[in-house]
Structure formats: structure tokens, C-alpha cells
């Protein structure tokens, strides 16, 4: 069996390429969704409509047969989060029996949408939150542009909404309703502005924010707004995110998160990705706000509460940092491990007596240790002369599960 998948573009025949056209003609079976068995009727007597699974399921069914073409009709173009993707890594291990595929290229919906804004896409970042568990504010955060496909638990209204009380509601939204099809709409507006209103599920989203931020600065203790709560000292914070190895699309947790020093140097890294920064203190909570808001770092969860309560609805973390525990450290451990028993610890310790239970905690924990000891001096003008005045020593101690355990 010969199996072709072509990109039907957004929906409408015009978008459809004459490759296209000619592969659904000479197909002895085309597999597609509702959406478009409408719009390709025209072209084969035998068009099947069927979901996901069940395209894969019948291409499974019939890889054996000898001689015949299937043209599987996805929406958009074969390699922009499409059900291409899916069938080629379904039928991966089909053993022996895995059937020829040949991709028909179409029309992207971003393509399109560029086309009716007269827009280049050159410096788009291009996302997909359709049927995914992801956050748009990442992506918001740290790109001029961010066009994404909605649909499932993110259509329209919904990723307003985490913009807007996120803090991003200055943000300008362009929303394409029903692309290429009858009762197109395009809107523009800004963020704030579009609250409650209601958007066709068949939607592309474009997201420009002229204030974004790069996620590959290093912020010194002059970025952020200082308030009576204490933050990490810059050289400190920068040692103690640097153990960490935060990926983009690391989950973080900052429990005890404090004014939010380490908090949004952490969010730059995890810049696909949220920050949880778990903090009891309403003093504190006023000034991370604050901190995110003038760093722009968008992608921090404020979780109000005290740890490790406050853990219990949060995503697996990939990596945590502890910056205070209030004498719940091992039940914060136990509350991490249980999550994701892989997350990668670190937590910063000033008292002998604070290293004792970290260490104690770890060992009990099975987790590999290394501690930092840090001493660190900053220059002080006195007069003509530059005077190195030292800081409180600190020890970073990381702690996280050897891979062959």
C-alpha cells in the first residue's frame, strides 16, 4: 500500500495545491475529517471521514494490501504540527510490514494569516496549543511575534484571559477566524480589550508583543525593584541557577520564592516553559509581582502559600530551587520526589546547622550531593581607594537521583 498524506491548507479548495488535487483524484480511498471531506467531494467517490485513531488504525489494517493508494487529507500543511507526524511515528514499529509514505506539501495556516495582515512570517515563532498541555505566556514573553494554533482546553477567549491575568493584557492580538471559508474574520486588538469576547473554534492567533524581553540576558541586583524583603545577591543567584541546568522547556518550581531574584533569572532559562514561585509572605508577594511585571518575565506562576501544601496541585518540576523551606524541608523533599523522583534540587543554605539537615535530608532521599561553599566580596568606594567588603559566606548544595538508580 502506498500511502500519500497532502495538506489540505486552511479549508477551502483554492488553498489546495495542484499536486494535491492530482493525489486525491487517483486515490482509491481518501481518509479525512469532517471539516474537509466537504470541500474535496468533488474530487473521489470514496472519501472515508475518521478521526486520528482511527485513519491510523485503518492504515494499519490495510498496509498489506498490495497496489493500493490511500490519500490521508490533513488540514494545513504535512509538517507543521500535523497528523503526518503522528501516522509516520504509528507506524514506525510496524515491523516489516510498514507501508510507503509520501508527504504532499500545502498551504500552512500561518502562511495564510501572514498573507491577509501583509506580514512577512520571518521572525514569527511558531507554536501549537491545540489539545496541548502548554502555556502561551512563555512565548509571549521572550518573542516579537508568536502566532499559535488553538483549539481544545486553548481556543481564543481562554488565552486572552491567561494573558490579560498574567499581566500581559498590553499585549496586540490578531485573531483569524475560519481561514479561506465562509464567514472569515479577522480581529486586532489589544489583549485587555478582548476580554469576554467570544472566537470561532477554527482559529490562528498572532501575538505581538513590542515589549518583550531576551531570555539570554544575565540580571544584576540593579534590574530589580528592591523591596524590605530580602533577595539572593547577585553573584549567589547566578551560581545557584547555574546548578541547576534549567532547559527551555524545564518545569520549575521556586518554593520560597521570596522577592523573586532567583525567580525570574530561573524564568529566563525555563523560557518555554512556566516558573511555579511558591511564597507565603505578602510583603514579598507584592514585590515579586513587581519584579515580574518590570522584568517581563510573564512565565512566573505566583502560587500563594506555604510549602509543601501549596505543591500539591503544581505540575512534575523538573528542576526546584528552595530558597526557604520554614522547617518543612524533608516534607517539601518528599512532596518533590513524589512528583517527579528525577528533579534536579538545589537549595542554599547560610547556618551549619541548615547544611546538617540538607544533608541529612539527601542521604535519607538516596540523592547524590554536591555542595558549593561561596565567599563572595564586592568593591566598596572609600574615598580614592576601592575596598573589597565580604558578604556572609554560602553554601549551594544540589542534590538529584544517580541515573542508574
Known sequence: MKIFIVGGGPGSMDFLSSGGVATIKNADVVLTSTRLS??????????????????????????????????????????????????RKRLSNFGEAVPDIELVPGLSSFQVFAAKLSMGYEDWKLISLHGMDRSILPYASYNHKTFALTGGRWDVSSLIDELVCSGLGHVKIYVGERLSMEGETITAGRAERLVGREFDKLSVVLIENRNHVSPYKTLGDEDYYRGKAPMTKEAV??????????????????????SGGVTCAMALKACESL??????????????????SKLGTYNVKIIEGRAPDALVDLPAPDKVFIGGS????????????????????????????????????????????????????KSKKLGNYNMMMGENPIYIVKGERDEEN
Open 326 to 377: 520554614t522547617g518543612s524541608l524533608r516534607e517539601i523533599l518528599d512532596s518533590i520526589i513524589e512528583k517527579n523522583p528525577k528533579a534536579k534540587i538545589v537549595v542554599n543554605a547560610i547556618t551549619l546547622e541548615t547544611i546538617g539537615d540538607i544533608l541529612d535530608s539527601f542521604k535519607s532521599l538516596n540523592l547524590k550531593t554536591d555542595i558549593v561553599s561561596a565567599t563572595i566580596a
Open 38 to 87: 466537504d470541500e474535496v467531494a468533488s474530487l473521489n467517490d470514496n472519501i472515508k471521514v475518521m478521526g486520528i485513531a482511527d485513519t491510523v488504525d485503518f492504515l494499519k489494517e490495510n498496509s498489506s494490501v498490495q497496489g493500493r493508494t490511500v490519500a490521508v487529507l490533513a488540514s494545513g500543511d504535512v509538517g507543521f504540527y500535523s497528523i503526518a507526524t503522528t501516522i
Open 237 to 258: 543567584r547566578n551560581l545557584s541557577v547555574d546548578a541547576l541546568e534549567i532547559a527551555p522547556k524545564d518545569v520549575v518550581w521556586d518554593i520560597g520564592a521570596g
Open 275 to 292: 516558573v511555579y514561585a511558591v511564597e507565603m509572605k505578602e510583603d514579598a508577594l507584592d514585590v515579586l509581582r513587581e519584579n515580574r
